[in-house]
T-cell receptor
Framework: ETGVTQSPTHLIKTRGQQVTLRCSSQ?????VSWYQQALGQGPQFIFQ???????GRGNFPPRFSGLQFPNYSSELNVNALELDDSALYLC?????????????FGPGTRLTVL | AQSVTQPDIHITVSEGASLELRCNYS??????LFWYVQSPGQGLQLLLK??????LVQGIKGFEAEFKRSQSSFNLRKPSVHWSDAAEYFC??????????????FGTGTQLKVEL
């Protein structure tokens, strides 16, 4: 069984740039959630994708957007990067319909915005 | 709105001593409850979960947690801590309805230090 993988591991960008982060879900999972974890904080829910559509969103501006592909992998896109976007971005996959909301996390992508 | 409080930001225990990490939640109904552990620079690993039934749940690495509805708490315990348990621990709640949009709400975490 393949776990959740994310790429890249680390990324450095400058303010105003755009970034794309990628996530491959665990085998058999059909739902992907993205979280932002700022230094010293708990993860904050960005949004979730199910059947290639956004299915729930946290308190993040529209410049945070995403995609889910037919193979259930996902991308997180952030436009017009700000310094406060520096964080660890975590992807989690789960199987919708089980009703247990058990999410499995990847190792994360560390984004630094200069 | 749902929320999770982990009142202890840092905890230091000696190796071999017992451990209890506190977690209180605010939620409109009985939520699903989780404890995750995060080692430095790593993602989150699920330690244990409570969905229903027995209020004392067992997890990996010798951890257990007890759900107390009357106190809205889900404290994590371990009888004897090992040096390798040093990490950050997060409590999380999630909705019980099926389908999508089932976000997890996390606490701010408790950093555990283990003294040898």
């Amino acid at each position: 069984e393949t776990g959740v993988t994310q790429s890249p591991t680390h990324l450095i960008k400058t303010r105003g740039q755009q970034v794309t982060l990628r996530c491959s879900s665990q085998s058999g999972h059909n739902t992907v959630s993205w979280y932002q974890q700022a230094l010293g904080q708990g993860p904050q829910f960005i949004f979730q994708y199910y059947r290639e559509e956004e299915n729930g969103r946290g308190n993040f501006p529209p410049r945070f957007s995403g995609l889910q592909f037919p193979n259930y992998s996902s991308e997180l896109n952030v436009n017009a990067l700000e310094l406060d976007d520096s964080a660890l971005y975590l992807c989690a996959s789960s199987l919708a319909g089980q009703g247990k909301n058990e999410q499995f996390f990847g190792p994360g992508t560390r984004l630094t915005v200069l | 709105a749902q929320s999770v409080t982990q009142p202890d930001i840092h905890i230091t225990v000696s190796e071999g001593a017992s451990l209890e990490l506190r977690c209180n939640y605010s939620y409109g109904a009985t939520p699903y409850l989780f404890w995750y552990v995060q080692s430095p620079g790593q993602g989150l690993q699920l330690l244990l979960k409570y969905f229903s039934g027995d209020t004392l749940v067992q997890g990996i690495k010798g951890f257990e947690a007890e759900f107390k509805r009357s106190q809205s708490s889900f404290n994590l315990r371990k009888p004897s801590v090992h040096w390798s348990d040093a990490a950050e621990y997060f409590c999380a709640v999630g909705p019980t309805f099926t389908g999508g949009g089932n976000k997890l709400t996390f606490g701010t975490g408790t950093q555990l230090k283990v003294e040898l």
